[in-house]
């Protein structure tokens, strides 16, 4: 069992629509939960990040962490074609550990 | 001004061949990673060092040799490459190394062994 698990997909959603990607982890160490946004041929770059549990606004993005049932998730208000992307999150323990990687969920907003 | 770059871009190559892809970054980091994302997109981490410094040694077969002669750069060398090896290999940065950084990617280098 990979420690951060995510649903490749791929999700097509009209532009406009709330979209919704999750994610479960199953090391209770895990205190950093982030979200990386990877598009076509590029590196992932950052796009929110949250420290234990709770809720983290910015923009059109929410990044909400619970860690009593281990879940991360990210909503995107109001999608826009630009934001067509694969979805990556990650966690991290702090320290010098390694940050884990789900697969990513690749996401299509269709104008 | 590129954070974090690698070059080449692109490499081709015959199975058994000896190759290397570099990585610099400018953004005064200490540390540095290098990371594998094969055909499915799975990004996996190989290594890290810090100010020089082996951090993370993952299970790597030791055809994969890192060398950092300073904070700034990390390289990667691959002996005898084999076919499975071909994927996109991302260098990364971090502040510190902390596992709650940011990290930062360079576009990576896609790896095709024939």
């Known amino acids: 069992q990979k420690e951060v698990e995510q649903d490749p997909g791929p999700l097509s959603v009209p532009e406009g629509a709330i979209v919704s990607l999750n994610c479960t982890y199953s090391n209770s160490a895990f205190q950093y939960f982030m979200w990386y946004r990877q598009y076509s041929r590029k590196g992932p770059e950052l796009l929110m990040y949250?420290?234990?549990?709770g809720n983290k606004e910015d923009g059109r993005f929410t990044a909400q962490v619970d860690k009593s049932s281990k879940y991360i998730s990210l909503f995107i208000r109001d999608s826009q074609p630009s934001d067509s992307a694969t979805y990556l999150c990650a966690a991290g323990e702090g320290g010098y550990q390694k940050v884990t990687f789900g697969i990513g969920t690749k996401l299509q907003v269709i104008p | 001004d590129t954070a974090v770059s690698q070059t080449p871009k692109y490499l081709v190559t015959q199975m058994g061949n000896d190759k290397s892809i570099k990585c610099e970054q400018n953004?005064?980091?200490?540390?540095m990673y290098w990371y594998k994302q094969d055909s499915k997109k799975f990004l996996k981490i190989m290594f890290s060092?810090?100010?020089?410094?082996?951090?993370i040694n993952e299970t790597v077969p030791n055809r994969f040799s890192p060398k950092s002669p300073d904070k700034a750069h990390l390289n990667l060398h691959i002996n005898s490459l084999e076919l499975g090896d071909s994927a996109v290999y991302f260098c990364?940065?971090?502040?510190?190394?902390?596992?709650?950084?940011?990290?930062?990617f360079g576009p990576g280098t896609r790896l095709l062994v024939l």
């Open positions: 953004l005064g980091h200490d540390t």
């Open positions: 060092y810090n100010n020089k410094e082996l951090i």
């Open positions: 990364a940065s971090s502040l510190r190394g902390g596992g709650h950084e940011t990290q930062y």
């Open positions: 949250t420290y234990s549990s």
